[in-house]
Every structure is written in C-alpha cells, then in structure tokens.
C-alpha cells in the first residue's frame, strides 16, 4: 500500500511491515542505489491529526562524491511525523514553521502517500556530500586516476588551490 485515505485510518494504532520494490523510490538521491528496503510503521488518527511512525532498513550502495567509487551502505532510521490537513497551512504560522523543522507535514486529497513519507526521511538522512572514507584521496584532476588505489605520473607540483579562490 503506498497510500491511504484518511477515512481508512482507525483511531487505534495500526501496524504494517512492507518489503518495498525499489522501482517505487524515484525521489531519493541520484548516487544512491537500493538493493532492498525493508519498512515497519504505524499509523493512527486524531481527528484531522494523523501520527505516523516509521521505520526502515535500507541496504544498497552510494556512489562517493569525491572519487566515484560504490560503496556498500546500509541504513537504518525510526522516525516520526505528524500530519494534518494541507488547509491548516492557511490557520497555523506555528505549522507552517514545525513543518520547516521536519517533524510535521500536511496531507491533501483526504490521502496520505506512504512512499512519500519514506522517501522524505531517506533524503534527510543521507549526507549531502558523501565520501567512501573520511581521507578519500579523490581523482587525479590531470588523468582522472583513483587516487585512492594508484598514484599517479602527473606533474602535480601545480595543484588546484581553491584559496585563492576565496580571498
């Protein structure tokens, strides 16, 4: 199920496990290859309020920032979310600034999108610059060599210097 109408939502907790296909996670990010996710979540309603609790076990491999190597990862995340009504947007200022702050969201269409959920998550929890290990050598900015499996035969006497850049 990667969504589910509000009227469908009991008042008591309700638990789903779910073994995703990974075709279904289009908004994560583009270095970032899954293999198998695995979710566990509960949802419940409170009047418009609904509260869902998530959890994931992602495994795949991520594609390093600095020197283009996969690298095996897995990750794992529990996690929760209030949403309410996209029209409180226009009652709530408070709302609108938890929801900048992550903890809440708002539904519309009286529907709330799972997927959307996981892959919200996904996003806040992968690094925004990854690197395969924390003194990653890169590539050669001459040939392109791994640096991190090879030197190279480039006269690198003449590095880039991004110092100069800034000052």
């Known amino acids: 199920m990667d969504s589910i109408k509000i ?5 008591t907790k309700t638990e789903y496990a779910t073994k995703w296909e990974t075709a279904v996670f289009t908004r994560v990010p583009e270095n970032l290859y899954i293999d198998s996710i695995d979710t566990k979540y509960s949802i419940q309603r409170f009047g418009d309020k609904v509260v869902f609790h998530g959890y994931y076990e992602l495994e795949g491999k991520k594609e390093c920032d600095v020197c283009l190597d996969l690298v095996n990862i897995k990750l794992e995340k529990d996690f929760q979310v209030e949403l309410f009504p996209k029209s409180y947007l226009n009652i709530s200022k408070s709302k609108q600034m ?4 992550g903890d809440i ?3 519309e269409n009286e529907e709330i999108q799972i997927i959307k959920l996981f892959e919200d998550q996904i996003l806040l ?3 925004e610059v990854f690197r395969c290990k924390e003194d990653c050598k890169g590539l050669c900015f001459r040939c392109g060599a791994n640096l991190n499996l090879q030197a190279c035969n480039c006269n690198t006497s003449q590095t880039l210097e991004f110092g100069k850049l800034v000052n």
Request: net charge negative; aromatic share 14%.
């Open 7 to 11: 009227s469908h939502i009991r008042e």
């Open 98 to 101: 938890d929801a900048e702050l």
């Open 105 to 107: 969201d708002f539904y």
């Open 125 to 127: 929890d992968t690094e």
